[in-house]
């Protein structure tokens, strides 16, 4: 079963489930292996 990405619209199987917290709002979302990748990379600092 093929998932789109939530950052970057490509088509992939392999997909990492992450919350994102807004004010007021939080929302799950599928990213594809390198947008996680580099959503990690973001949250380290």
Do not use: N
């Amino acid at each position: 079963m093929a998932y789109q990405c939530y950052y970057c619209d490509h088509q992939t199987e392999s997909v990492h489930y992450v919350t994102f917290y807004e004010p007021e709002r939080e929302h799950s979302e599928l990213l594809c292996d390198e947008c996680y990748s580099e959503w990690l990379e973001s949250i380290k600092g």
